[in-house]
Structures are given as structure tokens and as C-alpha cells.
């Protein structure tokens, strides 16, 4: 059975599963959720966008007494990305549920607000395993009542070293609670991580039919470094209305190449640790709702990147080992869509090339590549723009508030303007580019759910 009504639901978790377009489980779904649902300790190897965030989700749901005020369910992601964006997908099934009080602690955030929100327990923490940990501590987050404990993308956090920070985590946490993990890969630490911190649990691993498999074609290009940057432009050139994710193995350069991009008329942009959690947000809204098209990035940083349709992944750096490279040709060719995944090796990167060759088991597909002339700068324009609403939800302000805005005396077409987020205290809007202006004009001459409130362009 794949129908979520053939599971033992709460009535609310089932119409909102309905209400968000969850028609039936996905494999990992199905096989996860009856021991999940039965209190069985889980691990499961399923990659991103495979439905896992729903899978624990709806388990630490089902298992939520509401009425009890402490923390009952911790969720471990490795970065701020991921944690934002599995708190949203938990929000949405616990919509129909009273007064589910979840919060979001992360690293590279103020202390004090965390502080402030915590003077009453959640119940439910989503959160990277520093901060948890570091509220543990402190005394701040009180771990006696946790029934489920989920470690998502837990390959990810033990390679960023999190091991320790997750052994102390559960030392300071109920004794007696349902252990979730969920990696997309199965290298031997996570097994023996598994061994350590969970009881007896039921394996999962859920294969990709082959006629599910999505077209992904590999694309592996041997240039000389000074060649590097001006193949990744003209490769870029060809394909310059679409979504492109750049990796690079250095922080560094990653500005470097964002940079040049810029300079040679590419609307990119850079993502990497180093910057403000501010800057890293409003980089991946823009790069989410088609106001920047080209995304440089760091491999941590672009964990938890959830675009749907991305169809160019360029390693400007071949990665350092066969799982990363996995993990990052993984970002293109996603909810059945197809994908370009592109290498540059120079002859240097040559031993990391053949690693990927011996983990796949089978030839890399080589392509000639011919350099072509330099050409003059050629403007690759984003096809949306963001604007910056300084109000959020703290403010009661709502998506349906701003396009109502918009669609209403601002005079928009439904059709001419895209995503829209929501943060605490701010709101991004994308707007066809050619009507941006227009749009800010009439939002800062009107109103917003009656009241004016500040708008500017981002970048």
C-alpha cells in the first residue's frame, strides 16, 4: 500500500499530507514509516529529494503530545540551509496540529533571540549540532523528554566532524528515545555511528529503479589552469538562460570565479562559510527564485539547496573524493527532470579523476573541448528580480499579503511575479525583471495589508 491512509495517522497529519499534494509515499516513505510509526529505531540511505524529510517528519509528529510543554522531538542537520528548510517541510505537516511550537537553532545567529524564544520549551528543535549543543549546556534546552531523535544527512555531519558534538548530544538527552538516520551514503563511520547510537535498528536502502533513474549526462572536459576560468565562461555562454551551479573546492576561490563571472556580464553570485548568515540567505533566495543565475559555491555551503529544476551542475574544481562528487552531480536532474553535470580536471587533478573512474566502476566520459576566441562583454541578465519587503512574520505579514499587493493596486500580472519568501522580520518577492521597477514604484505608493512599510531591490 502507498496511500498514507493505510497508515496509522492522526486525522490531521493526513489532511494535511492532502492538502500540500502528498498523493502516495515514495519508496522510502513506504518502507520507512511503518517501523518508524511502530517506535522502531531507523537508518535509511535515501538521497535528497527522495521524500525522507516527510518520512521523519510525520514519525516525530505522530508521536507529539501537544498538551505536554517540553522538548519532544531534535532533529540534527549539518547546516543552516538544510535546518531552514526541513523546519519549513515540518511546519507544513504539523499545520492542522494545535500549537506545535517548533524552533530553529543554528550556528552564525545571535545568541540572545535563541536565548529569548527558549524561556518556554518547544516542542520540537530543529538545529546543527554545535548551537544544540551548546544549549544543552547552557541549560538553555532541556533534553529529558525527547522521544525521537532524527540525524538527517548524518554522512554530512560526520564529515564535517559534528561526531563528537552528536556523542555529547545524546549523553545530555532522555536515555530512552527512537533513534532516526538518514545518510545518503554508507561509508563505514556511519555504521559504526549507528552501532554507537542506535538500538536494534531496521535497515533501509531504498534502489532507483532504472527507469526512474534521472538523465544525468556526465560531462568530464581536461583544460589547463589558465584555461579554466575562460572554459567555465564559455561553457556558461551556451547555456546562459539556464540555472547553473558552480562548485569550487576553496572559499577563496569561489569568490574569485563569482567575481570574474560578474565581470564578464554573468549574473552570479557567491556562497561560501565565511559570510554573514544575512548574506548567505538573501544569496540563496535569489539564486531560488531566478534572480541570479549562476551560483558559486563551496560543497558545505550548498547542502540543503533544494531547486527542483536545476540543470547545469559545473565542478570548477573535481572534488576531493568519489562521494563528493556523487553528492554534487546529485543537485542536477532532480524530480525527474534531466541534467548537464560538467568536470573540469586539469592534468594535475588527473588521480582524483581516476578515484571517481574506480568508484563507478566504469569509464568517465571524456568530451573535446575546443577554447574559443575571447570575445567582448555580453550581458546575461537573471530573468527575475528581488525585492526586499522590511517586514516578516513577525509583522503578520503572509505570501497571499504581497501578492495581493501586487495583483491589486500595484497592477501585476499573477504570471509576472515568483517566489516569494517569508523570513522573522523580512520578505523577498521576485518580479520579471523588465517590470521590477514598476513593481517598486507601486509598493512603495501603496500598501501592504493597510500599512507602508520599506522596499528596496536587492543587488
Same mark, same amino acid.
Given at each position: 500500500?502507498?496511500?498514507?491512509?493505510?497508515?496509522?495517522?492522526?486525522?490531521?497529519?493526513?489532511?494535511?499530507?492532502? /492538502?500540500?499534494? +502528498?498523493?502516495?509515499? /515514495?519508496?522510502?516513505?513506504?518502507?520507512?514509516?511503518?517501523?518508524?510509526?511502530?517506535?522502531?529505531?531507523?537508518?535509511?540511505?535515501?538521497?535528497?529529494?527522495?521524500?525522507?524529510?516527510?518520512? &521523519?517528519?510525520?514519525?516525530?509528529?505522530?508521536?507529539?503530545?501537544?498538551?505536554?510543554?517540553?522538548?519532544?522531538?531534535?532533529?540534527?542537520?549539518?547546516?543552516?540551509?538544510?535546518?531552514?528548510?526541513?523546519?519549513?517541510?515540518?511546519?507544513?505537516?504539523?499545520?492542522? %496540529?494545535?500549537?506545535?511550537?517548533?524552533?530553529?537553532?543554528?550556528? !552564525? $545567529?545571535?545568541?540572545?533571540?535563541?536565548?529569548?524564544?527558549?524561556?518556554?520549551?518547544?516542542?520540537?528543535?530543529?538545529?546543527?549540532?554545535?548551537?544544540?549543543?551548546?544549549?544543552?549546556?547552557?541549560?538553555?534546552?532541556?533534553?529529558? !523528554?525527547?522521544?525521537?531523535?532524527? %540525524?538527517?544527512?548524518?554522512?554530512?555531519?560526520?564529515?564535517?566532524?559534528?561526531?563528537?558534538?552528536?556523542?555529547?548530544?545524546?549523553?545530555?538527552?532522555?536515555?530512552?528515545?527512537?533513534?532516526?538516520? &538518514?545518510?545518503?551514503?554508507?561509508?563505514?563511520? =556511519?555504521?559504526?555511528?549507528?552501532?554507537?547510537?542506535?538500538?536494534?535498528?531496521?535497515?533501509?536502502?531504498?534502489?532507483?529503479?532504472?527507469?526512474?533513474?534521472?538523465?544525468?549526462?556526465?560531462?568530464?572536459?581536461?583544460?589547463?589552469?589558465?584555461?579554466?576560468?575562460?572554459?567555465?565562461?564559455?561553457?556558461?555562454?551556451?547555456?546562459?538562460?539556464?540555472?547553473?551551479?558552480?562548485?569550487?573546492? $576553496?572559499?577563496?576561490?569561489?569568490?574569485?570565479?563569482?567575481?570574474?563571472?560578474?565581470?564578464?556580464?554573468?549574473?552570479?553570485?557567491?556562497?561560501?562559510?565565511? $559570510?554573514?548568515?544575512?548574506?548567505?540567505?538573501?544569496?540563496?533566495?535569489?539564486?531560488?527564485?531566478?534572480?541570479?543565475?549562476?551560483?558559486?559555491?563551496?560543497?558545505?555551503?550548498?547542502?540543503?539547496?533544494? =531547486?527542483?529544476?536545476?540543470?547545469?551542475?559545473?565542478? +570548477?574544481?573535481?572534488?576531493?573524493?568519489?562521494?563528493?562528487?556523487?553528492?554534487?552531480?546529485?543537485?542536477?536532474?532532480?524530480?525527474?527532470?534531466?541534467?548537464?553535470?560538467? /568536470?573540469?580536471? /586539469?592534468?594535475?587533478?588527473?588521480?582524483?579523476?581516476?578515484?571517481?573512474?574506480?568508484? %563507478?566502476?566504469?569509464?568517465?566520459?571524456?568530451?573535446?573541448?575546443?577554447?574559443?576566441?575571447?570575445?567582448?562583454?555580453?550581458?546575461?541578465?537573471?530573468? $527575475?528580480?528581488?525585492?526586499?519587503?522590511?517586514?516578516?512574520?513577525?509583522?503578520?505579514?503572509?505570501?497571499?499579503?504581497?501578492? !495581493?499587493?501586487?495583483?491589486?493596486?500595484?497592477?501585476?500580472?499573477? !504570471?509576472? =511575479?515568483?517566489?516569494?519568501?517569508? +523570513?522573522?522580520?523580512?520578505? +523577498?518577492?521576485?518580479?520579471?525583471?523588465?517590470?521590477?521597477?514598476?513593481?517598486?514604484?507601486?509598493?512603495?505608493?501603496?500598501? =501592504?495589508?493597510?500599512?507602508? &512599510?520599506?522596499?528596496?531591490?536587492?543587488?
Amino acid at each position: 500500500m502507498t496511500d498514507f491512509s493505510s497508515l496509522p495517522l492522526k486525522p490531521a497529519l493526513l489532511v494535511s499530507l492532502e /492538502t500540500h499534494g +502528498y498523493a502516495a509515499m /515514495t519508496p522510502v516513505q513506504a518502507q520507512s514509516l511503518p517501523p518508524i510509526l511502530a517506535g522502531r529505531d531507523v537508518i535509511a540511505q535515501a538521497r535528497t529529494g527522495s521524500g525522507k524529510t516527510a518520512a &521523519f517528519g510525520l514519525g516525530l509528529l505522530q508521536a507529539l503530545d501537544v498538551d505536554t510543554i517540553r522538548l519532544q522531538a531534535l532533529v540534527l542537520c549539518p547546516t543552516r540551509e538544510l535546518a531552514d528548510q526541513v523546519s519549513k517541510a515540518i511546519r507544513r505537516l504539523a499545520a492542522g %496540529l494545535p500549537n506545535v511550537k517548533l524552533l530553529t537553532l543554528c550556528g !552564525g $545567529m545571535p545568541l540572545g533571540p535563541q536565548l529569548a524564544s527558549l524561556t518556554h520549551d518547544p516542542h520540537i528543535v530543529v538545529g546543527t549540532p554545535g548551537r544544540v549543543q551548546e544549549h544543552l549546556k547552557r541549560g538553555s534546552l532541556h533534553g529529558g !523528554g525527547i522521544k525521537v531523535l532524527v %540525524l538527517d544527512e548524518a554522512d554530512r555531519m560526520l564529515d564535517m566532524g559534528f561526531g563528537e558534538a552528536i556523542d555529547d548530544i545524546v549523553g545530555r538527552i532522555a536515555k530512552h528515545h527512537q533513534t532516526l538516520l &538518514f545518510s545518503a551514503t554508507y561509508p563505514e563511520a =556511519i555504521r559504526t555511528a549507528s552501532r554507537r547510537l542506535q538500538n536494534d535498528p531496521i535497515e533501509i536502502t531504498v534502489e532507483t529503479p532504472a527507469e526512474a533513474t534521472p538523465a544525468i549526462e556526465q560531462q568530464f572536459i581536461e583544460v589547463e589552469p589558465v584555461q579554466k576560468i575562460d572554459a567555465l565562461a564559455q561553457l556558461l555562454a551556451r547555456d546562459h538562460d539556464q540555472h547553473a551551479l558552480v562548485f569550487c573546492n $576553496m572559499r577563496r576561490d569561489v569568490d574569485a570565479v563569482a567575481q570574474d563571472l560578474d565581470r564578464r556580464g554573468f549574473s552570479a553570485l557567491a556562497l561560501h562559510g565565511d $559570510m554573514e548568515q544575512r548574506d548567505r540567505d538573501e544569496v540563496l533566495v535569489r539564486f531560488a527564485n531566478r534572480s541570479c543565475s549562476v551560483l558559486v559555491a563551496t560543497d558545505v555551503a550548498a547542502r540543503g539547496l533544494d =531547486i527542483a529544476a536545476l540543470p547545469l551542475v559545473v565542478s +570548477y574544481d573535481i572534488a576531493h573524493d568519489p562521494d563528493t562528487h556523487t553528492h554534487r552531480i546529485g543537485r542536477t536532474g532532480r524530480a525527474g527532470q534531466s541534467g548537464v553535470a560538467i /568536470t573540469l580536471c /586539469t592534468p594535475r587533478e588527473r588521480p582524483k579523476a581516476q578515484n571517481i573512474e574506480e568508484a %563507478l566502476g566504469e569509464p568517465l566520459p571524456w568530451r573535446a573541448f575546443k577554447l574559443a576566441p575571447p570575445r567582448g562583454k555580453t550581458l546575461h541578465l537573471a530573468p $527575475m528580480k528581488t525585492l526586499v519587503i522590511d517586514a516578516g512574520r513577525q509583522d503578520k505579514l503572509r505570501p497571499g499579503d504581497i501578492l !495581493g499587493a501586487l495583483t491589486g493596486e500595484a497592477g501585476l500580472e499573477a !504570471g509576472d =511575479i515568483g517566489k516569494i519568501d517569508v +523570513y522573522a522580520t523580512r520578505a +523577498y518577492v521576485a518580479i520579471t525583471r523588465a517590470l521590477a521597477n514598476k513593481a517598486l514604484e507601486r509598493l512603495r505608493a501603496g500598501r =501592504i495589508k493597510g500599512r507602508n &512599510f520599506r522596499v528596496r531591490p536587492l543587488g
